[in-house]
């Protein structure tokens, strides 16, 4: 089944010990994104691709960064983590034209920041 | 104002019931717009996509009011299973792909 695939589904670091997630997909979307979201929080979008086109939120604090080596692959990448980075990160996909900006998600990674 | 505002809830309705929640976005340029449900620590998943003359699947009626800038998911004959919570998903006019969620609305079906 075609399908958004996120690694660890669980991830346990120290504060200020680098973490990098991953999200890889079948679906062949033109679009991922990574939203954190944090208990009875909305998903707040961190940024999203559309093909290698990089697309930062104004407020996305600079301790997280992203990589898209390739269509179906995309990183995440906390590079200090702290407590407050605590949150489920989810991965999700989208196609463009017909069908646009209906999100399929992964199962989500995880953090848990000692 | 944030972008997308929901009544988080809880509701607490009996089986059987029907229940409605709502839905407010504060960019008139918003073009697309969705409900998603959430179960606890999972992942959100398409419930339904809105459109402007509102539309139906099965016991679920989605209503769009431009106008109002208001969406509106109905749930009728409410089941056990329908428990969940249900996030209101916007466009993001300007911005690429993004799209930004409701904090989402919390429902209980009890027997």
């Known amino acids: 089944d075609a399908m958004v695939i996120q690694n660890p589904r669980y991830q346990v670091t120290q504060f200020g010990k680098p973490v990098t997630l991953s999200c890889s997909q079948t679906l062949n979307h033109n679009v991922m994104y990574w939203y954190q979201q944090k208990s009875s929080q909305a998903p707040k979008l961190l940024f999203h691709?559309?093909?290698?086109?990089?697309?930062n939120e104004a407020d996305t604090p600079d301790n997280f960064q992203s990589r898209r080596p390739n269509t179906s692959f995309c990183f995440l990448d906390i590079r200090s983590p702290g407590l407050g980075d605590a949150a489920m990160y989810l991965c999700?996909?989208?196609?463009?034209?017909?069908?646009?900006?209906?999100?399929?998600f992964g199962a989500g990674s995880r953090l848990t920041v000692l | 104002r944030k972008e997308v505002e929901q009544d988080p809830g809880p509701f607490n309705v009996p089986e059987g019931a029907t229940v409605a929640f709502n839905c407010t976005y504060s960019?008139?340029?918003?073009?697309?717009f969705f409900w998603y449900r959430q179960d606890c620590r999972k992942e959100p998943k398409l419930l339904m996509s809105v459109y402007s003359s509102g539309n139906e699947d099965g016991r679920f009626t989605a209503q769009l009011n431009r106008a109002s800038q208001y969406i509106s998911l109905l749930i009728r004959d409410s089941k056990l299973s329908d428990s969940a919570t249900y996030l209101c998903?916007?466009?993001?006019?300007?911005?690429?792909?993004?799209?930004?969620f409701g904090k989402g609305t919390s429902l209980l079906v009890t027997p």
């Open positions: 999700a996909t989208s196609r463009t034209g017909a069908g646009a900006n209906v999100l399929t």
């Open positions: 998903v916007v466009t993001k006019p300007n911005s690429g792909y993004a799209l930004n």
């Open positions: 960019n008139s340029a918003s073009q697309s």
């Open positions: 691709y559309y093909d290698k086109d990089f697309n």
